[in-house]
């Protein structure tokens, strides 16, 4: 195969070559992206603008509302722009820069949904430390090393990926996913790749045990709750965050560390799907919609701005 590694795009998974159905998936996304946006900037404008959520938990919060809005806004438009202009290509910055945010940004992602899970252990396994444990500068600090954590590794798998020499500019998949980009290698180069793709996934199982144990001591605590209600009302949270971190981890486990010969591209879309736009869309319902406090905030909000046009 020759040598291509001159290309100025790429070209993408096309989902139909049918026009009705182009449309039919520019909506669906529209819809899907829509949704997150709305969610995340809630979140985001709701934690800011209320000094009663200014505490870890909600600080946290915030970033994680941040880092789902930019995943989401990365791979979704493009998704949107090719189907509604009949397009599959990417150009080879672009492409360079997808894969470049969706590392920092699922890095610092992962980073950030581990160190709540620490704060949520210390706030209940430990309350009469929390303030100590969990002061300001502490919570500044950690989510620094979150999204410094995020660069690094957007920057690792980034360098790793385009280090390589190409024999196609055909990606199988909706986006520029590097396991779909080594497919069309043509050099030993794509082992770097492979060696931080696999350092990356041992750092993440590592949080992914942290997070279970957090979660775990954290149940241990909750079921010594006297009250019936919230035992219920604690662990049904708990268990939809695990729910949340279980399917970004299987699915990211799925995409980057299967077999070639349980390869498909149904499959992979589906499980693309999963890790990159499911949880930007779950989260703020997860993680805010079903806290009190959140929907209080918003009611303030909502109430200060019909009063601010009635006035």
């Excluded at 809630?42 to 200014?54: A, C, E, K, M």
């Excluded at 505490?55 to 880092?67: E, V």
């Excluded at 620490?118 to 309350?127: F, G, T």
């Excluded at 620094?144 to 280090?163: K, P």
Aim: aromatic content about 14%.
């Amino acid at each position: 195969m020759p040598n291509i590694t001159s290309t100025s795009d790429f070209l993408l998974l096309e989902f139909s070559d049918i026009r009705e159905l182009q449309i039919l998936h520019f909506f669906m996304f529209l819809t899907v992206y829509l949704t997150a946006v709305t969610g995340n900037l809630l979140i985001i404008l709701t934690v800011s603008l209320d000094y009663h959520l200014h505490t870890p938990m909600y600080f946290f919060l915030m970033n994680l509302a941040i880092l789902d809005l930019g995943t989401v806004s990365v791979m979704v438009p493009k998704a949107m722009a090719n189907s509604l202009l009949n397009s599959r290509s990417i150009s080879y910055a672009g492409c360079v820069a997808q894969v470049f945010f969706l590392f920092f940004l699922g890095g610092s992602d992962f980073a950030i949904l581990t160190i709540m899970a620490h704060d949520r252990y210390v706030a209940i396994c430990n309350p009469l430390q929390y303030e100590t444990i969990m002061h300001s500068r502490a919570c500044f600090l950690m989510a620094v090393g979150a999204w410094l954590a995020g660069i690094l590794n957007g920057m690792l798998h980034t360098g790793g990926t385009f280090a390589i020499t190409f024999c196609s500019n055909t990606i199988d998949q909706f986006f520029c996913e590097v396991p779909q980009i080594l497919k069309i290698s043509c050099s030993d180069m794509y082992l770097v790749e492979v060696g931080v793709i696999i350092f990356t996934f041992f750092l993440g199982i590592v949080c992914f045990i942290f997070i279970i144990v957090s979660y775990v001591q954290i149940f241990r605590a909750v079921l010594r709750i006297p009250s019936v209600h919230g035992q219920k009302k604690a662990i049904s949270t708990c268990l939809l965050h695990l729910t949340v971190v279980s399917l970004l981890v299987f699915s990211c486990i799925f995409a980057y560390v299967k077999p070639h010969s349980y390869s498909s591209s149904g499959l992979n879309v589906l499980f693309a799907i999963i890790y990159v736009i499911v949880p930007p869309v779950l989260n703020p319902f997860i993680y805010s919609m079903r806290n009190k406090e959140i929907k209080i905030a918003l009611w303030k909000l909502s109430d200060f701005r019909r009063s601010g046009r009635s006035g």
